[in-house]
């Protein structure tokens, strides 16, 4: 009984722009894996990605100046059992990194199972090719990060009834000293690991078309709070997304979570290793899966990119604006649409070029992630749907 599956191959590449932001030994690995083919309920897997990311931005906008930003982000064709082992693979972890590593989709678990984590099916069709949570957890805390954040939302069934009592704004994230100051704390002040998955052994977990899976929206409403309230107690945290999962889901669904971070920063000796994911059942794993190529998209984004970067001076960067609107955009009107943080109000629309203009003299726009566009039969933009984070 696993498996949601979705009808439209949906290919996201999240591209967070970094600005001002030069090489340096820590690093936080972010790992997104969800399973957007999914028949059933693949749409709201691509919601729970796109808002994740959105958080991530803000992350990275409030990090910018302490920890560089990597992304490994998994969907459609990519989210696979093989294709999670082979990021967790070639993943080399230093003593000071960050580890986050979230999943949507499928899940289920053996009878036989004495782990209260569930099997993650990253898009597979058989019950063999499952992959465990709690081992994959395990995989990573072999590597040594000083922190290390397992979110699993997952075994997923439908309540389209339920009236969510939780909200998440429907505006452009903005960042201040305040909001800077938390995600330090939180992810720069801790060591440990923890692990959270939406729901206890036997049940199913529910997601709906307004607001995805209900762990992950709990968990970025309760870091919306979190960060308002300068709350950096990740126990804490997970314990108010547990009673935001179990309030939404009308109490059907009771997530489980281990935490295991200090206060204290204690750097991790890293090791070497090139131990695959092992599912912990004594099931043989038979791996399918098929990579997606995101050249096109990296390219893109990183012509964007100049437009933001202050190192660049600002009559050079409004110089590039129409070479790179004639590189990349179909034509000067293709329309650009900006989201607010729940990744559904769109906030703003405007054609490429102003919003190429923009991008050239924003000052206060720090960060963004394109959640998706659109291209014709010559590989151009024709239209672009992205998030935008601010400084105060």
Known sequence: ?????????????????????????????AILFGDTND???GNTVKLDIERI????????????????????????????????RNVLNRLQCGKDDVVFLYYSGHGA??????????????????????????????IIKRKCPRLCIMITDCCNSYSENLSPKLELSKSAPCINREIETNYEDLFMKKSGAMIITSSKAGETSACNFKIGGFLTYGYLTVMTEANKQNISDWNNI???TRDATVELSGNKQHP????????T??????VSTNESVVDESTDTMVIHGADVSANTQNQV??????????????????????????????????????????????????????????????YYLINFNVLSFTQDNNGKITSLRINEVYKK
């Not at 959105?54 to 920890?67: R, S, Y």
């Not at 998994?74 to 059992?81: D, G």
């Not at 110089?319 to 989201?339: D, R, W």
């Open 256 to 263: 489980v979570f281990d935490v295991f971070v200090s206060d």
């Open 301 to 362: 984004l990183e012509g964007l990119r100049q437009l933001i970067d202050t190192n660049i001076a600002a009559p050079q960067r409004i110089a590039m604006v129409t070479p790179i609107l004639n590189k990349y955009f179909s034509n000067a009107n293709a329309i650009v649409e900006m989201l607010g943080r729940n990744c559904k109000t769109i906030v703003a629309r405007e054609t490429a070029r102003n919003f190429l203009e923009r991008l050239s003299t924003e």
């Open 53 to 84: 990311s959105c958080m991530l931005a803000e992350a990275q906008a409030a990090l910018q100046n302490k920890i560089s930003f990597e992304y490994d982000v998994n969907v459609a064709n990519r989210c696979s059992p093989q294709n999670l």
């Open 109 to 138: 678990r053996s009878l036989h199972d004495t782990s209260k984590y569930p099997q993650m099916s990253l898009g597979a069709h058989y019950e063999n090719e499952l992959i465990s949570a709690e081992g994959t957890f395990n």
């Open 265 to 270: 920063v204690v750097s991790q000796t890293s």
């Open 238 to 240: 997970l314990e108010v």
């Open 1 to 29: 009984m696993i498996m949601k599956l979705q009808k439209n191959v949906f290919l996201l590449i999240l591209c967070l722009a970094l600005v001002n932001i030069p090489l340096r030994a820590q690093t936080f690995h």
């Open 39 to 41: 028949e059933s309920i």
